[in-house]
């Protein structure tokens, strides 16, 4: 300043010669406005002469480099308020904090949202905000490899309970040049549990399909709602002795058997909601905030209170499992604080989750009753074809013995109704093996032409009686296959024996096999009447008979077949057209080494 001045003395002291000049001087008066004496630095100058003498006047107008910095600093604080001004108004929570994990700020929208003062949030750092999961671990690493991620973690409020947050987060450089973190977030849980629960119920519906045994199908779905709905669900089923708790999942593995133990066989007649009051009404029960008071109320003593209490099960959601009009037993997600507390709209949802529930367990049921039905079904079998093949034997052997003695064709009636009879009896008994998927194999390597000339040699006597033409035919690159003779010999003779009996006189029945390195085809056509295209889906049943048979048998034979083909891991198919003929086609792997194979010894 004081070399500033200086010039302008120096300018005085030349003032009226040099600079003064260009003034107006009026009344002995110069004023020269604005002089701009270098280095930024301005002055007005006014002097007034009286005579010889003048009088110098001199201000500072400004300092440009000054005022350049003066504008900074504004601008600066300016642009600070603007983003405090954001920062601070913000709907979305947004933290500031170091890649170390220390938080340094917060906004009131994320203090509001983790229920936590500012310094709270700072003293409680990342490790106290953010959930550390698979989620939080692959965010972390992607930010750290990326400079910035995205994600649904979870966030843990003071009062430990979490919510889901859609939390964004960059590393940046501060004016200072340290490195800093920002995090900006919003709670989702409300939407991201409404997607998540969409999931679970067409998870469900897999899940549930996936077993017929009861079990399997309860433990399946408890499984699936935890930990991505509920904390903990349970699924309590009526039995004749009480209530059984058949189904319990934890998102914490080792408290399973807490639960399992409040769960008491007797129902509270008393009970204004939950599981008992769920059992007894059919109806729904919510407790979107369990209390003291409200355990008092439902528990039997004050041992049940504790044992409740000690749960620390904040809200929970049960439904009933109703199929056919009958309450089957109750379905119950619970929050104790690592999901977010239950509301209205949890219930609807829940309540789809049961519908599914109960109609898997109804089938479930079903298929037990039905198994055991047919378990029952076997053993009368067994025991009836083994009473009644004792008397036939004995009929047997009596008639083949008078038969010696004094041969008559009513002794020949008596042993073909023997040997019909039993024939029946074991169609009756692989019948019941067959629907069960278990006919016994012992399969070999057989010549294919070879199972076909036995089959020609049983069948062409009957053929030429009628009289029909009966062609019987190998093709392919494989002369051999590995399937049970027996009972490939057994299945085609069937077939063959209805393509004869439904065919008429001067008709053709072919019998050809053909196969190659992964699979052998057995087909048996005719020219008989046909079947209806109405019958073609049944003629697999067993017991079933069509409207034009003209000879009522068992009805046993087609479904033997069809046990065949399917033991050996094939299946069997049927084209007919009424009045042209029909085709039966049997498709068989070449070797047990196929996958679809399945033997049972």
């Given amino acids: 300043m004081a070399r500033q001045l200086d010039r302008v003395f120096s300018i005085g002291q030349c003032a009226q010669s040099d600079t003064l000049h260009v003034c107006p001087v009026r009344e ?23 005579g010889a003498m003048a009088t110098w006047r001199v201000s500072v107008q400004h300092d440009i480099e000054a005022g350049a910095r003066l504008d900074e600093v504004s601008n600066n604080q300016l642009e600070e308020a603007r983003w405090r001004s954001l920062f601070e108004h913000s709907l979305d929570g947004v933290l500031l904090t170091a890649p170390d994990g220390r938080i340094l700020a917060a906004n009131p929208a994320a203090c509001a949202m983790l229920g ?26 992607q930010r750290q490899r990326e400079g910035h991620a995205r994600g649904i973690l979870t966030l843990r409020r003071k009062d430990g309970s979490t919510f889901l947050a859609d939390l964004t987060s960059a590393i940046f450089e501060s004016a200072s040049g340290a490195l800093r973190t920002s995090m900006t977030f919003r709670d989702v849980t409300e939407s991201e549990r409404g997607r998540r629960v969409l999931e679970i119920l067409a998870d469900a519906g897999r899940v549930l399909a996936s077993s017929l045994d009861e079990s399997t199908t309860l433990k399946n779905l408890t499984d699936l709602v935890v930990p991505k709905l509920a904390d903990v669900c349970v699924v309590d089923l009526l039995t004749p002795d009480g209530v059984a708790r058949v189904a319990t999942a934890h998102r ?23 599981v008992d009051y769920v059992l007894r009404t059919g109806e729904p029960s919510c407790v979107f905030e369990l209390s003291d008071a409200w355990l008092h109320a439902n528990t039997v003593d004050a041992t049940h209170f504790e044992a409740a209490r000690k749960l620390g099960v904040r809200s929970f ?97 008596i042993q073909r109704a023997v040997q019909r009879a039993d024939m029946l009896i074991h169609d009756l008994l692989l019948a019941a093996k067959a629907e069960g998927g278990r006919i ?135 084209a007919s057209t009424v009045g042209t003929g029909t085709t039966f086609e049997v498709v068989l792997p070449a070797s047990p080494s196929a996958p679809s194979l399945a033997i049972e010894a």
């Avoid at 490790?127 to 965010?139: C, K």
């Avoid at 089938?363 to 029952?376: F, G, Y």
């Avoid at 009686?465 to 003779?485: H, I, M, N, Q």
């Fill in 28 to 50: 002995g008066i110069a004023s020269c406005p604005g002089i701009d004496l270098g280095s930024g630095f301005v002055v007005d100058l006014v002097v007034r002469f009286v």
């Fill in 116 to 141: 936590r003062t500012e310094r709270d949030v700072c003293d409680a750092g990342r490790a106290g905000i953010v959930v550390v999961d698979d989620a939080a671990l692959r965010f972390l690493d």
């Fill in 252 to 274: 914490d593995p080792s408290r399973v058997a807490e639960f399992v133990q409040v769960r008491r066989r007797g129902m509270l007649p008393h009970a204004t909601a939950g």
């Fill in 317 to 413: 959601v049960a439904v009933p499992l109703v199929a056919g009009g009958r309450t089957l037993g109750a379905l119950t997600v619970m929050s104790d604080g690592g999901v977010p507390p239950f509301g209205e709209a949890d219930l609807s949802l829940v309540r789809a989750l049961g519908v599914r529930a109960a109609t898997a367990i109804d089938n479930a049921h079903r298929h037990a009753e039905s198994l055991d039905a047919r378990r029952l079904r076997d053993e009368v079998l067994g025991v009836v074809a083994h009473d009644l093949r004792s008397p036939l034997h004995t009929i047997q052997l009596a008639a083949t013995l008078l038969a010696r003695r004094t041969p008559s064709t009513e002794l020949e009636t």
């Fill in 440 to 574: 016994p194999l012992v399969p070999r390597t057989e010549n294919l032409a070879s199972i076909l000339d036995e089959v020609d040699a049983i069948h062409r006597t009957l053929a030429e009686s009628k009289p029909l033409e009966l062609v019987v035919t190998t093709e392919g690159t494989a002369p051999s296959a590995v399937v049970d003779r027996h009972r490939i010999v057994q299945m085609l003779s069937n077939l063959t024996a209805n393509a004869i009996k439904f065919s008429p006189p001067g008709g053709r029945v072919e019998v050809r096999a053909r196969a190659d390195a992964e699979r052998v085809v057995f087909t048996v056509s005719d020219t008989g009447i046909g079947i209806a295209a109405d019958d073609i889906p049944h003629v697999f049943d067993r017991y079933w008979q069509g409207r034009h048979s003209p000879d009522l048998g068992a009805g046993l034979g087609l479904s033997i077949c069809r046990g065949i083909a399917e033991s050996h891991g094939g299946h069997i198919s049927v």
